[in-house]
C-alpha cells in the first residue's frame, strides 16, 4: 500500500504549491470574483478550502500559520505505518507504556488488551483513541524514535514545510503545521484505502478482555447522508482548539477542507456545514480569498 508519487503526481504538488503560494499573497485566481459579504462567515482561526478538481484555492485565512495539530497528528502516524508493510493481522499487546501519554487521557483500552494492528488503525483514526495510536508507534520497526523520523521525512516528501512532529497521538503541542501543509497530508491520506475506510466508519466494537466495547467516530458528519466524506480527522487539544480535516465530495467535485483551532465543541462541524453550504451556493466558482 506504498504511496508512490509519479510525474504526473509530482507535476500536480508543484501546482498546488504555486497556487496555494498566490492565494496566500494574495493574488486571486482567474474566476467570478465573489463579494466579501457572500464569502463564508467562518469561525475557525485558520482555515483552507482546497478544490482538487481545479487545483484551485477556493478561501484561506491564515492558511500558512504552523500552529499545534493535536489529533490530525494520527493521519501522518496511519501514513507511516502503512508505509512500513506491517501485517495488518499481527497481534499487539497493550502495555502500560501506552498509558503514559504527553497528557493525561481515559482509555477503554485496558492493559493486557490485545487488538490487531488493523484494530488500533481502525481506533486511532476514527474515534482517535490515544493508547491505540501510542501502541502503533511502539510496535513500528525501530520503535517510537524511528517512527517520528519516519513521520518528519514524510512530512518533508509532501512538501510540508511548516510541519514537525514529536509522537504519535497529537496530545503534544509540539506536533505542528499549517492549514496549508496538512492540505498536503490529507490528499496523500485518501490514496490509502484503509486510511479511507476507517477514518468514515460511524462505529466500531473491538473485544477488550471478555468483553465487546463499541467506538463511535469523533466526527458527527460522517454518519449524515448529506455529506459524501472520502478522508476526515478531528483533533484536539487546549493548545490547537478544535481542528477538522476532510475530503469530501461537493457538487461532484472533490474538495479538501482544513478547519483549525475553533473554539466551542460544535463550531468546526458548524464551519464545515457553512463551507458546504457556500460552496453548493456558487463557492465552487469563487476566486482566492485570502485573509
Not at 464551519?271 to 457556500?278: H, I
Not at 463557492?283 to 480569498?289: F, H, I, M, P, T
Given at each position: 500500500m506504498r504511496a508512490s508519487m509519479s510525474c504526473g503526481s509530482a507535476g500536480r504538488s508543484r501546482l498546488f504549491a504555486t497556487v496555494v503560494a498566490l492565494a496566500l499573497a494574495g493574488v486571486g485566481v482567474t474566476a467570478p470574483v465573489h463579494a466579501r459579504s457572500a464569502e463564508p462567515k467562518l469561525r475557525s482561526n485558520s482555515v483552507l478550502v482546497f478544490d482538487r478538481s481545479t487545483d484551485a484555492v477556493l478561501y484561506a485565512?491564515?492558511?500558512?500559520?504552523?500552529?499545534?495539530?493535536?489529533?490530525?497528528?494520527?493521519?501522518?502516524?496511519?501514513?507511516?505505518?502503512?508505509?512500513?508493510?506491517?501485517?495488518?493481522?499481527?497481534?499487539?499487546?497493550?502495555?502500560?507504556?501506552?498509558?503514559?501519554?504527553?497528557?493525561?487521557?481515559?482509555?477503554?483500552?485496558?492493559?493486557?488488551?490485545?487488538?490487531?494492528?488493523?484494530?488500533?488503525?481502525?481506533?486511532?483514526?476514527?474515534?482517535?483513541?490515544?493508547?491505540?495510536?501510542?501502541?502503533?508507534?511502539?510496535?513500528?520497526?525501530?520503535?517510537?524514535?524511528?517512527?517520528?523520523?519516519?513521520?518528519?521525512?514524510?512530512?518533508?516528501?509532501?512538501?510540508?514545510?511548516?510541519?514537525?512532529?514529536?509522537?504519535?497521538?497529537g496530545l503534544s503541542s509540539q506536533n505542528v503545521a499549517s492549514a496549508a501543509d496538512l492540505s498536503k497530508l490529507v490528499m496523500a491520506a485518501s490514496k490509502y484505502p484503509v486510511i479511507r475506510e476507517y477514518s468514515t466508519d460511524p462505529h466500531y466494537a473491538v473485544r477488550v478482555r471478555r468483553r465487546l466495547v463499541e467506538f463511535h467516530n469523533t466526527d458527527r458528519l460522517v454518519a449524515n447522508p448529506g455529506w459524501d466524506i472520502v478522508v476526515q480527522k478531528t483533533g484536539y487539544i487546549a493548545e490547537a482548539g478544535r481542528c477538522l480535516v476532510m475530503e469530501a465530495v461537493i457538487e461532484g467535485r472533490s474538495v479538501v477542507i482544513v478547519l483549525l483551532d475553533s473554539f466551542g465543541k460544535f463550531t468546526r462541524l458548524a464551519?464545515?456545514?457553512?463551507?458546504?453550504?457556500?460552496?453548493?451556493?456558487?463557492?465552487?466558482?469563487?476566486?482566492?480569498?485570502m485573509r
Open positions: 485565512r491564515r492558511a500558512d500559520v504552523a500552529a499545534p495539530i493535536a489529533s490530525i497528528t494520527k493521519l501522518m502516524t496511519a501514513l507511516v505505518v502503512l508505509d512500513a508493510h506491517q501485517p495488518l493481522d499481527e497481534s499487539i499487546e497493550i502495555s502500560a507504556a501506552d498509558h503514559e501519554l504527553p497528557k493525561p487521557q481515559p482509555s477503554r483500552l485496558a492493559v493486557g488488551t490485545v487488538l490487531s494492528r488493523a484494530d488500533l488503525l481502525h481506533l486511532a483514526l476514527m474515534a482517535s483513541e490515544n493508547t491505540a495510536a501510542h501502541a502503533l508507534g511502539r510496535s513500528y520497526p525501530g520503535g517510537m524514535p524511528a517512527l517520528v523520523a519516519a513521520m518528519n521525512a514524510r512530512a518533508a516528501a509532501l512538501g510540508m514545510t511548516s510541519a514537525h512532529f514529536v509522537e504519535p497521538t464551519d464545515a456545514k457553512r463551507v458546504k453550504t457556500w460552496m453548493e451556493n456558487g463557492g465552487l466558482n469563487a476566486r482566492v480569498s
